[in-house]
């Protein structure tokens, strides 16, 4: 069952442009939800993250915005810069309960010079 | 910066051979998760262990999957037989505390061929 859908594979922005990468959830539980990016060869590094009980986060030119009743998140990122170019995987879990962290399926960014 | 360290990196095996892929925590992580991620899909849980002791292994599937953390320390996950829908980037990841989120730090991961 995919609790956490990550809709579009790709995204192609250009160098400066913001970037939006979206993810929904399907589980009213979860209350922590993660943001993970990954180079090729190389593990997830964790990103950025948001609790349930706030609707955003900022970190530099990392921003995660959270619409519980839409069971929507997003990831924006301003300005992109070809360094960003990876794959961001969305995560969600429950810190109440004994729930494991379900992972979208990621959303390959690239950033274009 | 402290890593969580995997070998091989790489592995190829033909079906129904045993292969074994070994991950080394960050000093002092309690906690040890092994996820398998499917190309084109996001990582999945495989098993994990607190210190010595599974603690959540439900979606191992243990017809040929073994997982082991022996002194609590490092740690071993095995297949016996391989199959080919087993193919896919296996990656360890540990943390202080379970469920930390953002305290998980990942390895580069076995990227696992059955042929």
């Known amino acids: 069952d995919q609790q956490v859908k990550q809709n579009s594979p790709s995204l192609s922005v250009q160098e400066g442009r913001i970037s939006i990468l979206n993810c929904d959830y399907t589980n009213s539980m979860f209350d922590y939800f993660l943001w993970y990016k990954k180079y090729p060869a190389e593990g997830p590094t964790f990103l950025i993250s948001i609790s349930s009980i706030k609707d955003k986060n900022e970190d530099g030119r990392f921003t995660v915005f959270l619409n519980k009743s839409a069971k929507h998140l997003s990831l924006h990122i301003v300005p992109s810069q070809p360094g960003d170019s990876a794959v961001y995987f969305c995560?969600?879990?429950?810190?109440?309960?004994?729930?494991?962290?379900?992972f979208g399926a990621g959303t390959r960014l690239t950033v274009k010079p | 910066e402290a890593e969580v360290a995997q070998s091989p990196r790489y592995k190829i095996t033909e079906k129904s051979q045993a292969v074994a892929f070994w991950c080394d925590p960050i000093s002092g992580h309690a906690t040890l998760y092994w996820y398998r991620q499917i190309l084109g899909q996001g990582p999945e849980l495989l098993v994990q262990f607190q210190d010595e002791s599974v603690v959540d292994d439900s979606q191992l599937p243990k017809d040929r999957f073994s997982a082991e953390r022996l002194k609590g320390v490092d740690s071993t996950l095995k297949i016996q037989p391989a199959e080919l829908g087993d193919s896919a980037m296996y990656l360890c990841?540990?943390?202080?505390?379970?469920?930390?989120?953002?305290?998980?730090?990942f390895g580069s991961g076995t990227r696992l061929t059955v042929v």
């Open positions: 990841a540990s943390s202080l505390f379970p469920r930390q989120g953002s305290g998980y730090t």
């Open positions: 995560a969600a879990t429950s810190l109440n309960d004994n729930n494991d962290m379900r």
